[in-house]
């Protein structure tokens, strides 16, 4: 306590040397935040949207305290005046607020949207909030409406994997078709294709379109090792296990390859070497956030249970 009383005098000084410059006053109303006490926090960061309209941080820090206080209905106002200064970032804000605030900035958005109709952000906003809540077709409506008043690969992309996510790879394949048309040198694209047309069982269109990827950059990895997965997942063994090899030729130092390899020997009945990779894999993973697939299915595959267990416990904790 003594040491935020500290710091608030220090704040007051800095105030009283640089009037203008907000940063001071965030600082303290950051402090009463910790004390709990939200009315003078609020009354800070008002303050400082009276004098800089534009100073999004205090809108940001506004709206996480009027959320503490279960104030839905301003936070909202708050987080849509954040997106219309353009700040950037606005899927993680309106995760944050989806839950809590989504009727209220469902609203706001609309209005936004109707009194400007000509502005492609406010129909966009909507398909975001709509994506995050799992409304997958006002998504697409949403997108749709944006992309005609301003065209945008990376809202097709997102019209995409709504498609995706409602299982209907038909529109998902078609609209990845008219992204890669216009922008054909974007391997992530490819995949991503690739990817919708394994759901929809296109395996031959899988293996053209990695082919594609392998033929740009015949020295990349990464590219067969994803192409040596799908041949996996489709049955190919030995495809796969020829990709595999290559991709670990390229870059020994992928822990997924490893695996791939491991359980391929595995099926083959040379448990040693299938040991060896899966071991080796494990050695390799060096990830730090514990969000590792390699080493769970590595562990599961030498049948350590209890261990794979333990690892997917930690890959949900850090999702």
Partial sequence: VSDLKNSDKDYQKAMKLEPGN????????????????????????SKIIQTNPSYSAAYRCRASVYGKLKNNFAASADVVRILELREGNEMALL???????????????????????GQSEWPYYLGVLSEIRRHY?????????????????????????CYDRLTN??????????VIERNPENDNNILLRAEYKYKSGDYRGVIEDIGKCIEAHPDLALFYEQRSWYEFSMGFDDEAFEDVQKAIKLNPGAA????????????????????????????????????????????????????????????????
């Fill in 169 to 178: 790879w038909d529109d998902a394949i078609a609209y990845m078709d008219s």
């Fill in 95 to 117: 995760k944050e607020y989806a839950a809590s605030a989504y009727d209220d900035i469902k609203e706001r958005l609309i209005m936004k949207a109707q009194d400007n109709p």
């Fill in 22 to 45: 907000p940063s001071h006053l965030m600082g303290l109303g950051r402090n009463y935040e910790k004390k709990l006490d939200y009315s003078k926090a609020i009354q800070c960061y």
């Fill in 256 to 319: 997924g390859a490893y695996v791939r390899r491991g359980r391929i020997y595995q099926i083959r009945g040379q448990e040693e070497k299938a040991f060896d990779d899966f071991i080796k894999a494990i050695e390799l993973d060096k990830d730090k956030r514990n969000t590792s697939f390699s080493i769970a299915f590595s562990y599961a595959y030498m049948g350590m249970k209890e261990k794979a267990a333990e690892q997917i416990g930690k890959i949900l904790e850090n999702k």
């Fill in 137 to 161: 077709k006002d998504a697409i409506n949403y997108y749709k409406r944006a992309v005609s008043l301003s065209p945008d690969i990376s809202i097709d992309i997102r019209i995409a994997q």
